[in-house]
């Protein structure tokens, strides 16, 4: 961590005078602006090149904080919040009158997280101000999941990046919608349904409720996300022999928990948490290699973390979809 108190306060000048700031979290890095300054969370948006139709998280120090933004804080709201708060799970509940409709696409309702990053908390605390925090990335390409990957991604644009060191979770917040009487996860993250069925008492429906027009209910929802410049493929381990067939070894790289002898191969750890740490930082070293084509082989599910397994795979698809 390479931030301290005099960057801290820079960004809280900068957020104040209506300005954008990168800041670290235990999930990704976010593109963070003052959640009731209209004018500064467009800004947010004009950078990412972010579909108005998808909403933003807020980010709070806290349930108290938190009763700031929503109309309505409920008594589950205040349960989840007290397990897994500061941390990566992020609750829809009823916005405020005065919360600006850019930051939730017009819907009337908002999400909200407490991050696990001391920096941030203090941040936040100290600006005493909720803070929209998309990925701090253009819309569509993969999360950044260091300082450095925001400065590459933003080279020559007006964000100051506040470095907290590399993200230690590595894929985004589980979202919770709370509207309902049966609670639905709508992006699966590192908080998984049995954690938030287990602590509320009561099952969990996963899936956002089906919607045939925009806005989109969550964040991450969008069918091509998370994707690498280059083409990406997701295959089976044993497809790699034949496209290296199709096309010569220095036009791919292959994505896997094993090497593969005579092509350039990116490693991640074949633990699940240790996967969705790397998952992002795996993709930009592929990415820097310029290739024709990123094969990303689908990982092997252990008998354990099977939900989390589930919401590594849903990036990876996004991230392998048709492109638009």
């Known amino acids: 961590m390479s931030s301290g108190p005099e960057e801290i306060a820079q960004a809280i000048a900068r957020l104040k005078a209506g300005g954008v700031v990168a800041f670290p979290t235990e999930t990704?890095?976010?593109?963070?602006?003052?959640?009731?300054?209209?004018?500064?969370?467009?800004?947010?948006?004009?950078?990412?090149?972010?579909?108005a139709t998808n909403p933003l998280i807020v980010h709070v120090s806290g349930s108290s904080m938190a009763r700031r933004v929503a109309a309505d804080w409920p008594a589950r709201a205040d349960r989840l919040a007290r397990s897994f708060w500061p941390g990566p799970l992020s609750l829809v509940v009823p916005k405020a009158p005065d919360l600006p409709s850019i930051v939730t696409a017009g819907l009337p309702a908002v999400a909200l997280r407490s991050p696990l990053h001391p920096l941030t908390l203090a941040l936040i605390d100290a600006a005493d101000t909720p803070i929209v925090g998309p990925s701090a990335n253009r819309s569509g390409h993969v999360s950044p999941t260091t300082a450095e990957h925001v400065r590459r991604e933003f080279d020559g644009g007006d964000v100051l990046v506040l470095d907290g060191g590399p993200c230690q979770g590595g894929i985004e917040s589980t979202v919770v919608s709370l509207l309902s009487p049966t609670p639905r996860v709508l992006r699966l993250g590192l908080v998984t349904p049995e954690q938030i069925a287990h602590c509320l008492g009561r099952i969990v429906d996963i899936g956002p409720a089906p919607a045939d027009e925009a806005p989109v209910p969550s964040p991450g929802q969008l069918p091509t996300h998370y994707a690498p410049h280059a083409?990406?493929?997701?295959?089976?381990?044993?497809?790699?022999?034949?496209?290296?067939?199709?096309?010569?070894?220095?036009?791919?790289?292959?994505?896997?928990?094993?090497?593969?002898?005579?092509?350039?191969?990116?490693?991640?750890?074949?633990?699940?948490?240790?996967?969705?740490?790397?998952?992002?930082?795996?993709?930009?070293?592929?990415?820097?290699?310029?290739?024709?084509?990123?094969?990303?082989?689908?990982?092997?599910?252990?008998?354990?973390?099977?939900?989390?397994?589930?919401?590594?795979?849903?990036?990876?698809?996004?991230?392998?979809?048709?492109?638009?």
């Open 28 to 51: 990704v890095y976010g593109l963070g602006a003052d959640a009731f300054n209209e004018d500064a969370v467009a800004k947010v948006f004009a950078l990412k090149g972010r579909p």
């Open 231 to 324: 083409p990406a493929r997701l295959v089976a381990r044993e497809a790699v022999p034949a496209l290296l067939a199709e096309r010569s070894a220095d036009a791919i790289v292959v994505v896997d928990t094993r090497s593969h002898p005579g092509v350039r191969t990116v490693v991640l750890p074949a633990e699940a948490r240790e996967y969705a740490a790397g998952l992002y930082a795996a993709l930009r070293r592929a990415d820097d290699m310029n290739p024709g084509l990123i094969a990303i082989v689908a990982p092997e599910r252990k008998n354990r973390d099977g939900a989390l397994w589930d919401a590594i795979v849903d990036r990876l698809a996004r991230a392998t979809a048709p492109r638009p």
